[in-house]
């Protein structure tokens, strides 16, 4: 019975995970989420800029980490969106052009007043890794020369006087990986001293951690657990808050399952070491 | 004998000028171009990946090597995804300079509609295999194993709503459990640790990078 037990079926195991996950979906409980300080920083770099600031904001995730990065960004866009603050979108992440277009596609719906080359544009996707933000420092003009849409930038009504990086406000990058978050802290940030929030995947989040202990960069947004606090802070309805619950029964469904697994191996040394 | 010196030299001169230029403020126009050049490299990487997938998948397709059907499916998808983003317009859409790529056009309802469940499925499900992995190999065995269970415990339970609910509802209110993951686990421990390991990988990037430059470490040429 032990051994069986021990080697669970894991169909058995792929199940349990399932309903943990869909049962507080269909049945949330309103749990309350607590802002971290991390957060709050990276909330207040956006809500402390005043009205027609520059952001810019790169999206370096594909569509395998957006259910993580993705409501943070929104809720980014939609606080930018409210403070008349002006957004331009830009991608180290090959992936990332076609998740502006999906973003610029909500900011759309939630700010109809809002136009494309007056409050937002798409800068898109630039081949370089490190060497696109070095560039952007040296010559922001020559790294972008127009938008996605072949418009130069001095024909953009946002940007129209726009030549150099330090005329942005703040850069703020979604990151899932590389490149990414860690391009734009070594150069973005350090080299030319740009104030950095940095929102990433729950798995890379302790990566980054020492960089805000450091003060390297001015925020930190952790997972789908920082995305939700965001949205706490903004009064953003996003996807986050209803995934933390899900997230919450799946993280004590998959610890249940160590303690088990540990408490029925322990029983058998035990058996083992009586016989 | 040309064929390996030359490549170490060209590798010579560009670390020698990128280091030199970082320090002398009037060469900062040589990193200035070759930050250029690397775009410019960068970019000719991924044709230079097109082309090593046609050869590769291929070569399987061709001599009907096990499985060759799924190297057709994604030789397949390549060139359709290259067609459709390079050429195919959204006939009735535009404005001066109208991308293939842009919102509302083909290749954009492919990349939402096809690409982007099948990409996040497939992160998905690696939630079901983490969580039978975790049953049969997360265990206790030594104090290491022991002191990684418990810490990566505290982090899973407590840095989720629920927990926070469960300690809040047991413990007394001064004792809060966010603070003490974020500052102490987070900000002390995982800092500490953190910074380790990334000043020693700095730190062996420099050797390894100062290596290649004076052409000890040649396995970037092939061959030895």
Known sequence: MLDKLINLDRRIIYLIVLLSVIIPLMNPMGLEIKVTDSVRASYEAYEKLPPDSLILMSIDYGPSTAVELEPMALAACDQAMRHNQKVAFMALYPEGQALINRLIARIKTLHPD????VDFVNLGYKA?????PLKMGLDFRGQFPTDTRGTPLSDVDM????TQLKQFALVATYSAGFPGALEHIRITASEYGMPLVVGTTAVQTPQYFPYYDSK???GLIGGLRGAAEYEKLSGFTGTATGGMEAQSFAHFTVAGLIIL??????LRLARGREK | MLRR???LFITFVSGLLLIVQYYIYPLNFIGKNLAGWFQAITAFAYVLAA?????????KIRDRAPGWIYNLVLLLSLVGTLYIGLFIHYLGQGYPGYQPIDEGTYFDWMFQYIYNPLSATMFSLTAFFIASASYR???ARSVESTLLLGSAFLVMIFRVPLGEAIWGAVMPTSWDITVFIEDIIMGGFNNAGQRAIQIASAIGLISVSLKIILGVERSYLGGD
């Open chain 1, 114 to 117: 809002k136009e494309y080359g």
């Open chain 1, 216 to 218: 390297q960069i001015v």
């Open chain 1, 261 to 266: 697994a540990n408490i029925l191996t322990f």
């Open chain 1, 159 to 162: 940007l129209r006087n726009l």
């Open chain 2, 51 to 59: 082309i090593s997938l046609f050869a590769v998948n291929g070569k």
């Open chain 2, 5 to 7: 010196q030359i490549p």
């Open chain 1, 128 to 132: 370089g890794n490190e060497a696109v």
């Open chain 2, 137 to 139: 190999a997360f265990k």
